[in-house]
């Protein structure tokens, strides 16, 4: 009985010294110590993470820097910052895929050569050019027997017939020229009929007329009034039974083929422009068609209510859309030159300057501050920032402009900062299982011991 109580007692003795011995050297051991830290060389550290790592970021203040992995005092742990690397992805632009390209429905215009120059936006009214005005005016007294044409805005074409009158002066001058043609059967005196024909010429009777009349052998009774030239009547001033004389103006024909447009120029904007200057006019009726012309003509004088210059404008009116009466938009291009440029709609005003987005060869699109030149219908021209054949983007700019600063943004909080580390510097790294909880204390002050507060963002 007592030899068994022995060896129960030695062995429970031999146990206990066997797990004691088991727990001394587990406690011991580097995993379970949290105090005593790995220490592993840097070029070990970067064999097995093929990354060199400037600093541990702290994940509520970025700007919070430190030199190995550790936590703040909310227990959220330290973002490691790598270096670039070669095959790091660019921090500045966007790069998205043909399929996304798509979807966002972005247009890609080239950058090109157009005349630009100071565009000079007015408006006006429609006017008649004066130098196409007719009046037809007859040379001889009488009463209007006849009208073929009644109303203005009638179109009549060269050598219609407008009316037709009686003028007992004219059947006299007509009865005088075959007299003196005939002289009673005899030969006629060659005088008197070229007497008698000049006073027929006097009176507007053209030659072919006269000839006719020596065929014909008899004066006609009423005589017509001739177009002279082709348009629409603007002014009508006769009624059948109407006296005429040479001081009247029975009608008024207007060439509509090309008028003019009168527009009000500031004085300010007079050194810019000049006669011959490109013009484009747009009508509020045809929203989808211009008209190009020139300017014709500078008026010598201010008006003194507006303080405007009127400029007087010339197009061609083939069709006849640009009626007199009608308002219109012009746009003046005062000293023209050509240079590079893009629709405006590629333009991206900011706070921090003018950008474009820019697509590169492998689908990166990257944003480019530019400088503005003079605009003009619907383009802008590029002073500096880019160069003929570039693809900018025309719509949906706005979107990867958005995205292109976030990813920027982000790159800059998560780590392309280039800031110096010391190579001789030992790298710490913790086992995620060794964080054992420290004293607020003692964690405030470590990680206060090991922090860079950094004064300026890390751009």
């Given at each position: 009985?007592?030899?068994r ?22 406690l ?35 700007k ?32 998205i ?42 040379r ?125 120029v ?62 219109a ?37 990257l ?61 710490v ?6 964080l ?24």
């Open positions: 009985m007592n030899t109580n022995w060896i129960i007692r030695i062995s429970l003795l031999v146990g206990g010294v066997v797990l004691g011995a088991g727990g001394v050297w587990w011991r051991s580097p995993d379970f110590m949290p105090s005593v830290p790995k220490i592993l060389p840097q070029s070990s550290i970067n064999t097995s993470s093929k990354r060199h790592i400037l600093y541990w970021a702290s994940p509520m203040n970025p919070i820097h430190a030199s190995h992995p550790m936590k703040d005092n909310m227990g959220m742990a330290y973002i490691p910052v790598y270096a670039p690397s070669s095959r790091a992805h660019r921090v500045t632009g966007l790069s895929n043909p399929r996304m390209t798509q979807n966002l429905g972005v247009r890609i215009v080239k950058v090109q050569n157009r005349q630009m120059g100071h565009a000079i936006h007015t408006v006006g009214t429609v006017v008649v050019d004066e130098n196409q005005v007719y009046a037809v005016n007859p001889f007294s009488g009463w209007v027997e006849q009208m073929y044409v009644r109303a203005v805005g009638d179109s009549v074409q060269k050598g219609q017939v407008l009316a037709e009158m009686y003028s007992p002066e004219l059947y006299s001058a007509e009865q005088e020229y075959l007299i003196a043609r005939r002289s009673q059967g005899m030969t006629a005196d060659p005088a008197l009929v070229a007497a008698a024909q000049a006073k027929l010429q006097l009176l507007g009777i053209p030659k072919d007329e006269i000839a006719a009349l020596a065929q014909r052998g008899k004066a006609k009774q009423d005589i017509p009034l001739i177009a002279p030239a082709s348009g629409v009547v603007e002014k009508l001033n006769i009624h059948p039974g109407s006296y005429l004389s040479p001081q009247t103006n029975p009608y008024e024909i207007a060439n509509l083929h090309r008028v003019w447009v009168n527009v009000a500031y004085a300010y904007q007079l050194p810019w422009i000049a006669i011959g200057n490109p013009v484009r006019l747009h009508l509020p009726a045809y929203p989808d068609r211009s008209w190009k012309g020139h300017l014709h003509f500078l008026y010598p004088t201010i008006d003194p209510q507006t303080r405007t210059v009127t400029a007087r404008l010339s197009f061609t009116n083939a069709d006849g859309k640009l009626r007199p009466g009608t308002y938009d012009a746009t003046i291009l005062a000293s023209p030159r050509e240079s590079l440029a893009v629709p405006s709609s590629a333009v991206l005003h900011t706070s921090q300057g003018t950008y474009v987005m820019l697509r590169e060869n492998d689908g990166h699109f944003p480019v501050q530019v400088a503005l030149g003079p605009e003009a219908d619907g383009w802008v021209a590029i002073n500096k920032g880019l160069k003929l054949g570039d693809q900018v983007v025309e719509n949906a700019q706005f979107l990867l402009y958005s995205e292109s600063q976030f990813q920027s943004v982000k790159a800059r909080m998560l780590g392309t900062n280039d800031a110096p580390m010391n190579s001789g510097q030992a790298a790294t913790r086992d995620r299982s060794a054992a909880p420290e004293s607020p204390a003692k964690t405030a002050n470590e990680g206060m011991a090991h922090m860079s507060m950094g004064s300026s963002p890390h751009d």
